[in-house]
Every structure is written in C-alpha cells, then in structure tokens.
C-alpha cells in the first residue's frame, strides 16, 4: 500500500501520494485548474452499496454546507451529507483498477415498512448469509443484505457488487440463495430481491 500523504489531524478522508499525484495531474489538465477542488460525494440509497461521485469543480462554487479541506495542495470538497459515510476511508490507486475508495462503513439499510430484523428467524437467516451464501458469492465479487421478513416466510435481500447489475442476478438469487435459505432456515418459504437492477452498469463493480 503506498504511505499516506501528510493530512490535517481532523481530515476526513485519506488520500495517498499515488492517488494524490493522479488527481493533480488531472486537476492540471484543466483550464481553470488554479480554482478547483476536488469534490467527493457518496451517494447513499438505502439497502443498496455505495456510489462515489468524483469530479472537479471551482472551490468558491461549493455548497455553505460543503466542507473544504486542503490535503498536500490539492482542494477536497466534501457535501455535508457525505460526512458520515466517508469518514475514516482511504482513497488511493492502482494501475490496474483506477481510483480506489476503501471505505469502513457501511449503506444504510433499506426501511420498508412492516418487515422485520430484529427477531430469531432474523438472526438465523443472518447467519446462513455470513456463512454461507455471500462466501458462495464473493466468487463473483458479489454478496447480498438481508433487510427483513414479513412474518410469513418471506426474506428480503438486496444485492451488490458482482450480483448488482448482472443479467445472472435475479437467477443467482433464485437458484441459489432462496434454496439456501430454504433449505437451512425453518421458516423461510421464498427471497425476494428488492435491488435496483437498473442503476448496476458495471456486472463486477457497479
């Protein structure tokens, strides 16, 4: 991992000096590039994984609302809202893969009403998933979220990364996890997939 470019104590996220040289590169390559800041923002759906916003805007633009930090000459903007689910992520860089985010929380959960997670059948179908489905997945760089129940034998998941996006996805859930669940869990009749297909574009990293 490359070391970590000196920041202010209270910075919010880390940047290291490879992504840092990347990002004023491409800082400097625009016309206005004296004024710009870097602006990060999360973007947070319920039940689903995070999206990332990464673009270059001038500094005195930004939001009242919108924190300004300077981290080793280059400008991070970061929108109020953003806070919460950045703080304490490394942004770094690689060859291979770009701009990275590795980010210690977690999406908020999905809310939809009348379901339950806080319960015994809960904890079971929990379990299997840590056990046993998203091990399964993480083949395919996926896993999946378990939201609720509605008391009558139906599990609600969502699913992310690999599984979020993909043409295989509703067939994976199907086939794979809702026999798991089935099968292991007394009390689970069927799964039912409420992700946001549409929004996965990529089928390994949406």
Known sequence: MSPLAPQNADTIIEITEVALTQLKMLRDEEPEKERLGLRLEVIATPGEEFKYDLSFEIVTQAAFTDEVRTIDGLKVIIPLQTFEHINGATLDYSERQGLIIRNPNKPPMANIEGLVRDDELSANIEAVIAADVNPALASHGG?????????????????????????????????????????????????????????????YYS
């Open 143 to 203: 896993f999946v979220t378990f939201v609720g129940h509605d008391g009558e034998g139906v599990a609600y998941l969502t699913m992310g990364g690999g599984c979020h996006g993909c043409s295989m996805s509703k067939m994976t859930m199907l086939e794979g996890v809702q026999t798991t669940l089935v099968e292991q869990v007394e009390g689970v009749l069927k799964v039912r997939d409420i992700t946001d297909h549409t929004t996965g574009a990529n089928p």
